[in-house]
């Protein structure tokens, strides 16, 4: 399978391109974010290495997980966000898909974009037979984004978070289905 991501121009001076190291203070920058990463199972973070060990030692490690790296997010040139494919069933062939985007960008239809070509990406390059999306009750912006790029509710589980246990949601998606709503 060919893990490569190709580099993406969506509207706006947005962009996909796969995450780099030298994104860490970046990637920082948006992950230190009390109220960004609140629904999240890491964060916030404490300082830049933590960013640049997460980039070096998650990300660039997932192809020996036929995963491919993932993308940051791009506004003029710098990492607004990243959004990825971090868990492969192997059994379904599908893949859970996760993002997050610096708050100060919240609400201008930017994940929705990514992950619409996401999607692209998942079905069509990468050839997975399902897509996942997974959130939480409390997280009705991310719910938004995903029934707006056609997920449907597939099922929901007991989740862990740094503040505790959460009913995750699981959404999914398949190719016959509709890709997404302008």
Same mark, same amino acid.
């Given at each position: 399978m060919n893990l490569n991501l190709p580099p993406i121009n969506l509207t706006g001076g947005i962009?996909? $391109?796969?995450?780099?190291? $030298? %994104?860490?203070l970046d990637y920082y920058n948006i992950g230190k974010s009390? &109220?960004?990463? @609140?629904?999240? &199972?890491?964060?916030p973070f404490i300082n830049p290495n933590e960013a640049l060990w997460t980039i070096n030692e998650i990300f660039y490690k997932r192809p020996l997980d036929n995963l491919p790296v993932g /993308?940051?997010?791009r506004y003029r040139g710098h990492m607004i966000g990243m959004i990825d494919f971090h868990t492969y069933y192997q059994a379904d062939n $599908?893949?859970?898909?996760?993002?997050?985007? %610096?708050? &100060?960008?919240w609400g201008r239809g930017i994940m929705k974009k990514a992950l619409r070509k996401m999607i692209e990406i998942g079905f069509y390059h990468l050839g997975y037979s399902k897509l996942l999306v997974g959130t939480i009750k409390e997280n009705t912006q991310s719910e $938004? #984004?995903? @029934?707006?790029?056609?997920?449907?509710?597939?099922?929901?589980?007991? #989740?862990?978070?740094?503040n505790g246990y959460h009913i995750g949601y699981? /959404?999914?998606?398949y190719p016959n289905e509709v890709i997404c709503n302008e």
């Open positions: 962009s996909l $391109s796969e995450i780099e190291p $030298s %994104d860490y009390p &109220n960004t990463t @609140k629904y999240l &199972n890491w964060g /993308y940051a997010i $599908s893949v859970e898909i996760g993002y997050i985007l %610096d708050e &100060n960008y $938004s #984004v995903i @029934k707006a790029c056609g997920f449907h509710y597939e099922y929901e589980k007991l #989740v862990e978070l740094k699981y /959404y999914s998606l």
